[in-house]
Antibody, heavy 122, light 108 residues
Framework: QVQLVESGGGVVQPGGSLRLSCAAS????????MHWVRQAPGKGLEWVAF????????YYADSVKGRFTISRDNSKNTLYLQMNSLRAEDTAVYYC???????????????WGQGTLVTVSS | AIRMTQSPSSFSASTGDRVTITCRAS??????LAWYQQKPGKAPKLLIY???TLQSGVPSRFSGSGSGTDFTLTISCLQSEDFATYYC??????????FGQGTRLEIK
């Protein structure tokens, strides 16, 4: 069965950095695009970033562009989100999510991880 | 960016009720719309894609309709496990992918 397990969240000061990981299993990771989606406490869902199955294309939300970097290691079945210059408004649960399209992304999500909480506070 | 607006933001209903949630896009998105269900402390779950196609394993009491700018999610006979927050998401134009603000369905 498909499993996505995020890790790396925690408390960080404003301006700091954090790297999130998402370990994938139960499907051919190297054939699917992957996304990060976040949810601030008590708020709705916000898409953050996407990476194509082979890493050749990446998209970002304007709110994180230039500060966050999405990457993947298909040999380790792992997705990453490097977050720099963190702000209080980046505080959220971060979910990794699998794109439903094999090879060609369809840009909606059929499996999600359980999420990892990032808190940006001094 | 395409703005997605859901209505109502929250409402109460009883088990057995038929309920409808509306999602409106700020511009036409054809049928590039998905619906998700989220329960407290849990990840979202895909219910419907392409505006009206039920994801595998989702009960048939859920249905979706619409195209262009106006969409609906209908639950034909509410069960206790359906009380949750529901989100629509457009995937017609990206980046960014955008969600509605959510509709919280509570027990009356």
């Amino acid at each position: 069965q498909v499993q996505l397990v995020e890790s790396g969240g925690g408390v960080v000061q404003p301006g700091g950095s954090l790297r999130l990981s998402c370990a994938a299993s139960g499907f051919t990771f190297s054939s699917y695009g992957m996304h990060w989606v976040r949810q601030a406490p008590g708020k709705g869902l916000e898409w953050v970033a996407f990476i194509r199955y082979d890493g050749s294309n990446k998209y970002y939300a304007d709110s994180v562009k230039g500060r966050f970097t999405i990457s993947r290691d298909n040999s380790k079945n792992t997705l990453y989100l490097q977050m720099n210059s963190l702000r209080a408004e980046d505080t959220a649960v971060y979910y990794c999510a699998k794109d439903i399209g094999e090879r060609g992304p369809l840009y909606y999500f059929d499996y999600w991880g359980q999420g990892t909480l990032v808190t940006v506070s001094s | 960016a395409i703005r997605m607006t859901q209505s109502p933001s929250s409402f109460s209903a009883s088990t057995g009720d038929r309920v409808t949630i509306t999602c409106r896009a700020s511009q036409g998105i054809s049928s590039y719309l998905a619906w998700y269900q989220q329960k407290p402390g849990k990840a979202p779950k895909l219910l419907i894609y392409a505006a009206s196609t039920l994801q595998s394993g989702v009960p048939s009491r859920f249905s979706g309709s619409g195209s262009g700018t106006d969409f609906t999610l209908t639950i034909s006979c509410l069960q206790s496990e359906d009380f949750a927050t529901y989100y629509c998401q457009q995937y017609y134009s990206y980046p960014p992918l955008t969600f509605g603000q959510g509709t919280r369905l509570e027990i009356k």
